[in-house]
């Protein structure tokens, strides 16, 4: 035995109780399942929880649970959270009970707010106390209009509620990358000025309904999107690593404000399980493995690549906000953006 020893940098799941995973972009894109997610998640889930949260309003949690099922990861319905069930929680603070809703969005909006005890209608002409809206493929103009008409009034001035599930502006695909709920909440805040209040991520209590309904005690929360996934996570207090499957590149990585910045940045989910290497900083230059950077002022300069190209961004992502400031000031080398990782 040697008298002296190194530590093995601990994984991103060692103390972890709950696993808290988004799902498009990082179970699966489209269909079918990303390259290593199941068999990892799989092995995340011995000895520890796993929920899936998802800002995706075009399904119901049943039919979430059946296609993770299929696609080898055993799941029930009440292990999806999903965004339409935060927006219920935000409408019934709103409206009374049993009040008629006008649903922009598909089944599985339309589900959850007949379970929480409202009416659906689809038409402005019906009255509604509120309109929910929420991302579904044959969302189309028409039901866009509906819903311009019935939030012609401001709230401030005597009009009716405006619960958005997310706003997510893209959703990733099996055929590449397609518009998301967000660009369908602008089309109605563009042609009546109004915001819409937003139930999903990146907003807290989606976060706060997972942690109470699986008793997480240190949940980490696994995602492809900074600006829902990250921010959310940071904002509900939930250690975060955005995995490089879905939306979000390095380049993204790079320029990730503080609220945005994860714990841990994965190539693909079998990193879950792998020793995460410290970033250590020394005179300036910050070592992640084999990879080191340094800030010359306005220069980004590659010290060592390294073996792994995770590591490297890794260093210049650590090396970036350790400066605080935004990723315009700074010339950054290609090679630090390269992006060689799996993508929908």
Request: proline residues 8%.
């Amino acid at each position: 035995m040697a008298l002296f020893s190194r530590r093995a940098d601990p994984t991103p799941l060692d103390g972890v109780d709950v696993v808290l995973a988004d799902l498009d972009g990082v179970v699966y894109a489209g269909a079918g399942p990303l390259p290593h997610a199941v068999d990892s998640l799989t092995r995340a889930g011995e000895g520890r929880r796993l929920g899936y949260i998802t800002n995706n309003a075009s399904r119901t949690d049943s039919a979430v649970a059946a296609h993770l099922t299929e696609l080898g990861l055993p799941t029930a319905p009440d292990e999806v959270v999903t965004s339409p069930q935060a927006a219920m929680r935000l409408l019934a603070d709103r409206i009374p009970a049993g009040a008629r809703v006008l649903v922009v969005g598909g089944e599985g909006l339309v589900v959850e707010v007949e379970k929480a005890g409202f009416r659906v209608t689809r038409s402005a002409d019906d009255d509604p106390a509120a309109v929910v809206q929420g991302f579904a493929p044959e969302v189309g103009w028409s039901q866009l209009a509906e819903a311009a008409f019935a939030l012609k009034v401001p709230e401030e001035q005597g009009g009716i509620p405006w619960i958005a599930t997310n706003t997510d502006w893209t959703i990733p695909q099996a055929r590449g990358v397609a518009p998301g709920n967000g660009t369908l909440v602008s089309a109605v805040h563009t042609a009546i000025g109004r915001l819409a209040t937003v139930a999903g991520k990146p907003e807290v209590p989606i976060f706060d309904e997972a942690v109470s309904r699986f008793g997480a005690r240190h949940p980490l929360f696994l995602g492809d999107r900074l600006d829902t996934d990250i921010l959310g996570a940071n904002r509900a207090g939930m250690p975060s690593a955005l995995v490089l499957t879905g939306i979000d590149r390095p380049k993204h990585v790079l320029a990730a404000p503080a609220g945005s910045q994860p714990r841990y940045v994965l190539g693909d989910l079998r990193e879950l399980h792998e020793p995460y290497p410290a970033t250590r900083e020394r005179d300036g230059v910050y070592t992640v493995g084999g990879a080191s950077v340094r800030i010359d002022g306005p220069d980004v300069r590659i010290l060592a690549e390294g073996e792994r190209p995770i590591d490297l961004l890794r260093a210049g992502a650590a090396a970036i906000w350790a400066t605080g400031r935004a990723i315009f000031g700074f010339r950054v080398p290609e090679r630090l953006y390269a992006d060689p990782f799996h993508r929908p």
